[in-house]
């Protein structure tokens, strides 16, 4: 991360500082489907990286979250319900990944290495609250979404799950 000084006031061990993510409004959570709760994957989560594709709806926008041996473990997609201008500050801090159009056969490739096969959605809003030792820590809580909102989340979800399917054959 270099220029702005305070893009590096929003990260904390290589991922976005709790602040900068409350202040993206609803977003679409991915979590594994065998956590326990939608922000286990915030805790085992060490660094971050934007991704930016374009779909045939348009651009699809997310953040996914690493654990230290590189799986994907967390991921916030931007909604129409999102923040644009808060959006835009915290994927211009992070390293970027061009992920390439969902039908790219590397692009399915990489996820079916990388991301875990199963993933559930919920749409939150996120917040943050005092932590151990004067730190801060994040919340959630989960946000009714408008229909547009509500219809995009759902094809997130559907078009990553379409994505992992083993090939037929």
């Known amino acids: ?36 709760h939608p922000l286990a994957g915030w805790s085992k989560a ?15 926008e997310s953040v996914c979250f690493y654990t230290t041996g590189g799986e994907t473990c967390w991921q916030l997609h931007v909604l129409p319900d ?8 915290l994927l211009e801090g992070l390293p970027s990944f061009d992920g390439g ?7 399915i490739e990489r ?20 932590g151990r030792a004067g730190q801060v820590a ?3 809580a989960e946000v009714r979404l408008s229909p547009l909102g509500a219809d995009r989340a759902r094809r997130i979800h559907q ?9 037929a054959g």
């Open 1 to 36: 991360m270099t220029g702005n000084p305070e893009t590096h006031r929003l990260f904390t061990q290589g991922r976005p500082h709790p602040r900068s993510l409350c202040a993206l409004g609803p977003v679409l959570c991915l979590h594994a489907a065998s956590d326990p």
């Open 159 to 167: 078009d990553l799950h379409s994505a992992l399917a083993p090939a």
């Open 101 to 107: 159009s969902v039908a790219s056969k590397h692009w």
């Open 46 to 60: 060490h660094w971050a990286a934007g991704c930016v594709r374009l779909e045939a709806d348009g651009p699809r």
């Open 82 to 89: 999102s923040d644009f201008l808060a959006w835009a500050r």
């Open 111 to 130: 996820c079916r290495r990388v991301v875990r096969p199963a993933w559930r959605a919920c749409a939150l809003r996120l917040h943050a609250v005092p």
């Open 138 to 140: 994040l919340a959630a």
